[in-house]
C-alpha cells in the first residue's frame, strides 16, 4: 500500500502506517464515529473488524497504488512575505485532486496575481526539463530552490507578465510537485504524493502557547489557517492562550507564527482640540419725529391732550379758578387734522422701533406756531461665544478608543393624538414622553502606528450643544463634528477640520426716497444690521508612547 485514497468505506476514512520500531509497524486506522472492533492474528497477517453492520462499499487493494495530488501552496499574502516583497513558501496538508494546468491554476490565482508585490516573469518553454525550469526561477528570484530525489520531467507552456512566485507554483502543480521551505528559507521541490505521505505518518505534538499582548480568541482564525489537515488549534480564555495541535516537523514553525502576531504594539496619545467661536453683531438705529399745531397733528408718536375735557384749575390757590387744565388725551387712534388750516400737520418715519435701544434721546423744540417732537433709538450688540474643548485620549494600536464629556438632556415630547384611556369621555388627552439626547465633547479614534512611526488615524470629532427653539417646537441641538482620516508624524498636528460661516442680515424701513438719500437718509426711516459668524476649527495632535519593558517568557 502507498496511500489509501481517501474514500469512506464501512466507517474507515482513512488507513496510516509507519515503522515505529525495527520490528513493530504502527498502523493507523481513521474511523468517521466510535465502533467495536475485533483483531485476530494469524500465521503472517493481522485482521482487524470493525463493527457488526454489513454496508457494502467500494473495492479496493492494498496492491493498488493511489494517486495523490495535494493543492499547491499559494503564494502567501503580504503579511507573509520576508523582505523584498518575496514570498516565503509554506507547506499545507496534501488533497487529493488532478494536477491543475498552468493555464487553469493562474486563472485560479488571477486575484493573488493582482495584489503580489513579487516581481513579475515572462518566459516560454519548449519541452524544457524541469531542473532547467527550476534553476531559471532561482536565478530570476535570488532564492536558492533544490530538487528533490527522482524528480523528473518536461515542461512545454508560456507565461506572460505574473509574478514569479506564482508562476512557478503554477509550474510545479501542472507536474504533480509541491514546495516545502528547509531551514535558512531554502525552497525544496518534491513529489506530493511523497510529501503526502511524510506528512500522514509524522506523529502529532501538542503544545501550549502563552499569548501576552493579543487576545488568544482573535488569533485563532490565523493560526488555524496555516495548520495542516491534522492540526488544530484551540483558544483558552482563562489563562489567555493557545493550545496548538499539529505534525512534529511543524509545531515549531508555528509556534514561531504566533510569536510573530503576539507583538507588543505601541500606546498613542492623543490630542484633540476643538474651537469654536460664535460671534453676533447688532446695530440698530431709528428715528421718529412729528411736526404739528396746536390744531392739527399725528397722535401716535405724542400723546396730545384733549382741550375739549378742560377743567377749572385753580392754579394760584386763592380760591377762583384762573385756567382750564385737559384731564385726558387723545387716543393714539386719533388724528387731529384742522380743515381750514394750511400748515404741514406731521412728518413720521416708519412705526418700527428698536428693541430694548441702548440709547433713547428725545428732543421737542417749538418753531413758530408748531411743535416738533423728535425720538432717536439706538442700539449696538456684541455677543461673542469663545468655545475651547481639549480632550486627551491614549489607547493601543489599532484599537478604537472613545472619549465623551457632556449632558444627557431630557427631551418633552407631547402626543395630540393619545387616546384617553380613562373616564369614557370619548376626547383624547395629550400624552407626555420624555427622552434623553446626549450633548458635548465626543472623540472617537482609531490609530494605526506604521514601519516609517508615522500614524494612521480614522477620527471622529464632535461638539454639541442645545439651544431653545425660537419656535415653540422645544430645542434645537447645534453640531459640529468631523470625520476623517489623516496620516501624521510623531508629535505633527493637523488640521481635521476648519469651518467658518458668516451670515449678514439688513433691514431698512422709512419714508420711500427719503430713506435711500446718502447720509440724510438715516433720518428718514430705521436700519438694523445683524451679522452672525460662526468659526470652527479641529486640531488633533498624537504622540507614540514606547514602553521598552521586555515581556515575560513564553
Known sequence: MALYDGQNRGGVR????????????????????????????????????????????????????????????????????????????????????QPMSIEDYLAAHRAEAAQSQAARITVQWDNASIEDVVAGFAAFSGRTIILGKDIKGNVTAEVKNQPWDLAMYAVLESQGLAVKTLPG??????????LARADSTVPITTRLVRVNYAKATSLVPSVVSILSKRGNAVADSTSNSLVITEVTSRIDEVVEFVKGLDQRTPQVSIQAKIIFVDRTDVEELGVKYDLGSTTQFFNKLVQRPDP????????????????????????????IVSLGGNSLSALGNASQEVINPALDLIFSTAIGNFDLTAFVQALQRVELADIQAEPTITTLDNRQAEILVGDRVPIRVIDVSAVNTGGGTGQAVPRATVSFQQTGINLRVTPHVTGTRQILMEVHAERSNIRPAAVDVGFTFQTQQADNQILVSDGETAVIGGLTVTEVTVTKSGIPFLVDLPILGKLFGFTSQQENRRDLLILITPHIIDDLVAPSGQ
Open 308 to 335: 375739549r375735557s378742560a377743567q377749572p384749575v385753580d392754579t394760584d390757590l386763592d380760591g377762583v379758578p384762573d385756567a382750564l387744565v385737559p384731564t385726558k388725551n387723545f387716543l393714539p387712534t386719533e388724528n
Open 185 to 194: 528559507g531554502i525552497l525544496n521541490v518534491v513529489s506530493q504524493i511523497e
Open 14 to 97: 482513512n488507513v496510516r502506517y509507519a515503522q515505529f520500531k525495527p520490528d513493530v509497524v504502527r498502523v493507523v486506522i481513521d474511523l468517521d464515529a466510535l465502533k467495536d472492533y475485533q483483531v485476530d492474528r494469524a500465521a503472517g497477517q493481522v485482521r482487524v473488524r470493525i463493527g457488526s453492520d454489513r454496508t457494502a462499499f467500494a473495492a479496493w487493494s492494498s496492491n493498488t497504488v493511489a494517486v495523490a495530488t495535494p493543492t499547491p501552496v499559494p503564494p502567501r499574502r503580504a503579511a507573509e512575505r520576508g523582505s523584498g516583497g518575496e514570498a516565503a513558501a509554506r507547506v499545507t496538508t496534501p488533497t487529493l485532486s
